[in-house]
């Protein structure tokens, strides 16, 4: 069990290297600490019918972090029958976040054909069924969405993570374009393409790509981490350690490059 920590311990990650989340977070964290909520205020909002009250514990336990306690609150909310669809895809997305795609898999599979939520649903199963390593499934959904969407920055993003985990780098790319043509700074189009660019050996568009980003105030543990794997693929050991050493502990970062430079010896 974790203890206390005056600081956030840096965390372990694990690196496929391109999916809807590229990085997989995992270890400790001190977000929860801080979450004003329990178990206990949760039943009682229940029991008193205040799924409002609720909700909003879900969304702040989810917004700190704590995504097995979000999960408990949100499947609660569902039990009671009072659920829209709209919270039943707010409990996949958070399940999708803790890594239990199966489960998401079944709650979007809840929300039906004609639901104003079902473009949300359909975004869901594609991530989902990407995080399961069936890029061949998450396809399937990402198109049904297009038809639906078929400017959605959300859809076109998501459907390039499911063509480049399909090593349809040349389509996934031009996926991210599109958004990008609309919207020239949409985070998540960016660093996608970045390491779908990485990954066709476009080395230099992808670090002028990802480079504004890392150096953002904003940005994230997520956006380093690719970096680092852009650079692995460069075979540029130092900078991927540098910049990997952020966020990561040495023996981590240790595995990774080797991970990555195995990777390059695979590749042609």
């Given amino acids: 069990m974790c203890g206390p920590k ?3 311990p840096k965390r372990a990650l694990g690196w496929p290297v391109l999916v809807a989340s590229v990085i997989l977070l995992s270890g400790c964290s001190d977000k929860s600490a801080s979450i004003p909520t329990s178990a206990s205020d949760n039943r009682a909002a229940l029991s008193t019918g205040d799924s409002g009250a609720a909700l909003r514990m ?3 336990t989810r917004s700190a972090g704590d995504l097995n306690t979000a999960v408990l609150i949100y499947r609660n909310i569902v039990a009671t029958g009072v659920a829209t669809d709209g919270i039943k895809i707010e409990l996949g997305d958070t399940l999708v976040e803790a890594g239990s795609p199966d489960d998401a898999i079944d709650i979007y599979s809840q929300v039906g054909a004609k639901s104003s939520a079902r473009l949300d649903s359909l975004l869901g199963l ?6 399961l390593g069936d890029p061949t499934k998450a396809l399937e959904y990402a198109d049904e969405a297009k038809l639906a969407a078929p400017q959605d920055p959300r859809v076109l993003v998501d459907r390039g ?3 480049d985990s399909l090593k349809r780098h040349g389509e996934a790319q031009e996926c991210y374009r599109s958004v990008l043509s609309i919207a020239p700074r949409h985070v998540s ?5 970045a390491l779908s660019l990485a990954l066709t050996g476009q080395f230099d568009e992808a670090v002028a790509m990802i480079t504004p980003l890392v150096r953002s105030s904003s940005a994230t543990p997520q956006v380093r981490e690719n970096m680092a794997v852009i650079y692995g693929l460069m075979g540029d050991a130092d900078h991927a350690a540098a910049v990997s050493r952020m966020d990561l502990d040495d023996g981590t970062t240790k595995k990774n490059l080797a991970f990555l430079a195995a990777v390059r010896e695979t590749k042609p």
């Fill in 161 to 163: 993570v499911a063509l």
């Fill in 126 to 131: 594609t991530r989902a069924y990407v995080d």
């Fill in 189 to 193: 189009a960016r660093n996608n393409l």
């Fill in 58 to 60: 879900a969304r702040t």
């Fill in 6 to 8: 005056m600081q956030p």
